[in-house]
């Protein structure tokens, strides 16, 4: 396979993105298939569905804005996911401007996906969703779920103070010890650390990383200067509290601050999820259909978050049953 490496500009922000497959000509041109990543990743994570695809599809995996080599703006405002929405709707615009694309999302590019197919239906015939919460049962779990509240215990850490220096301390062990833990201790190798320690010392990347969650729909606001609230230390955090016992510097909204968005999809949906995701709770999937009538969930039990790692060759199959399904 070979890539493209290319960047584009979209509102003065330039995203660099890596191409292959097809010919760009759209009159003979079968479908463009865009992978967004998510957190702490790169384009890279897709490597083996690039690989897998290239031969048949225009395969397309943009570094998001904050990340390795696309810009990172400073602004937090800039990160919050109704910005995002637009501006990704505007990158596949850009790139495809005459077809739909094929979208497929893990992580953070699933919290982006998730509201695109639902508001920009036109720009995405199929979607592929691989371990990313619905951003409507992913609310209604943080509302009524202690286990996921448990499980996101992590972002009051990363939003604190001292994030940016928790993520980059010891060589990034944080992020390639406690954040990459696969079911599978041969997926992420000291090859491939290294190659993550290289995009995490891009200048700004950590910053620009954090800023998704500092923007975070779920996060209070500090009422002294109306600005996302910060954790005084995320010692103060007890992981065990439940929706009626969060601590004073909890981050995170009450329950009963929280409302679950109405964020409905039509597109043709296919759920990869691993069971063993250390992020979501396996609830999150629970009446999924009233959000999204038209989706197909494939469940791998012994797998973690970082399904596209663990189980390449399947998750291959399984995108490629259901788009030419």
Request: with cysteine; charged share 20%.
């Amino acid at each position: 396979m070979k890539l493209e490496h290319k960047n584009i500009l979209v509102d003065n922000v330039n995203i660099h993105y890596v191409e292959s497959g097809q010919s760009t000509d759209e009159t003979t041109l079968k479908s463009t298939m865009v992978f967004l990543h998510g957190f702490p990743e790169y384009w890279g994570t897709w490597s083996a569905q690039l690989n897998f695809f290239s031969p048949y599809y225009r395969v397309i995996a943009p570094d998001l804005p904050g990340y390795n080599l696309s810009d990172k703006p400073d602004d937090v405002s800039f990160y919050a996911v109704p910005n995002l929405i637009g501006f990704m709707a505007k990158f596949i615009a850009a790139i495809s401007p005459t077809q739909p694309v094929i979208l497929v999302a893990h992580d953070w590019g699933g919290a982006i996906a998730w509201p695109l197919a639902a508001f920009h239906a036109q720009l995405i015939s199929k979607l592929i969703i691989v371990n990313a919460a619905h951003p409507s049962t992913f609310t209604r779990e943080m509302m009524n779920n202690p286990l996921q509240r448990k499980k996101s215990a992590y972002i009051h850490q990363l939003i604190s103070a001292s994030g940016e220096s928790l993520l980059t301390q010891d060589d990034y062990r944080y992020l390639s010890e406690d954040i990459m833990v696969s079911t599978n201790p041969s997926v992420f190798t000291a090859d491939v650390k290294a190659r993550y320690k290289q995009v995490w010392g891009q200048q700004g990347a950590i910053n620009g990383m954090l800023q998704y969650y500092r923007a975070m729909p779920q996060l209070a606001e500090n009422d002294t200067d109306n600005q996302r609230c910060k954790v005084k230390a995320a010692s103060s955090l007890d992981t065990s509290a439940t929706q009626n016992d969060t601590t004073k510097s909890s981050p995170v909204k009450q329950a009963s601050q929280l409302k679950v968005p109405n964020i409905r999809i039509n597109v043709p949906t296919l759920i990869l999820w691993g069971e063993q995701d250390l992020a979501f709770v396996n609830e999150n999937l629970d009446d999924i259909h009233h959000y999204v009538p038209n989706c197909i969930i494939k469940r791998f039990q012994d797998t973690s978050h970082w399904l596209q790692h663990e189980r390449p060759d399947e998750v291959n199959v399984a995108i490629n049953n259901f788009i030419n399904d």
